[in-house]
């Protein structure tokens, strides 16, 4: 066989091979890529409380504060509490947090859930670690070797020398353009 035909196997089963990080790691980095529009990794939900709890910050206990939770549906349990100001107190969940006044006893609480497959897939693209990292680093050779042995599959006009040689071009001006934008 010779070299465009090892260049075609190495392509192939590469290709193949590698199809479910490539999968993986395109919806990651379009979840990570709007991260100014929304949370890839969490789902934030707030809900408007009232909980009843004495109106100064030296009266509050735990207790009062345990017994309050309570009154509220579906809250994670209690972890601890702070005082931001004199009339506020922020408590602390297992599942996110609330914001009270100390005045009225009315709120805000965000609760914080992983959104299931994101919040996994973001961790292997962003955060290798181990066993996946040398995986990434093979992957990441892997996808050079894709792109050139893709280079030289075809011949002619649709090959590289031919229209290729236009689309590559493009291909590596508009990254260069972004560094030069955006450095």
């Known amino acids: 066989m010779n070299w465009r035909g090892w260049a075609r196997v190495l392509h192939r089963d590469l290709g ?19 991260a100014r529009d929304w949370d890839p990794d969490f789902q934030v939900e707030r809900l408007a409380v009232r909980l009843d709890l004495p109106d100064r910050r030296a009266d509050v206990t735990e207790a009062d504060v345990r017994e309050a939770l309570t009154t509220v549906a579906q809250c994670g349990d209690f972890l601890t509490m702070d005082f931001p100001t004199d009339h506020q107190i922020k408590i602390f969940l297992s599942d996110g947090s609330m914001l009270i006044s100390l005045r009225d006893g009315t709120g805000i609480y965000e609760s914080v859930r992983r959104r299931a497959i994101l919040y996994s897939a973001n961790r292997l693209h962003l955060n290798p670690k181990g066993w996946w ?32 040689k236009w689309f ?16």
């Open 168 to 183: 590559v071009g493009v291909g590596v001006l508009l990254p260069l353009l972004a560094l030069l934008l955006y450095d």
């Open 16 to 34: 193949y091979f590698f199809t479910g990080v490539v999968l993986i790691f395109a919806v990651s980095g379009l979840a990570v890529n709007h």
């Open 133 to 164: 990292l040398a995986f990434s680093d093979i992957f990441a050779v892997a996808l050079l070797v894709i792109a050139v042995t893709g280079l030289v599959l075809l011949r002619g006009r649709g090959g590289f020398f031919g229209r290729g």
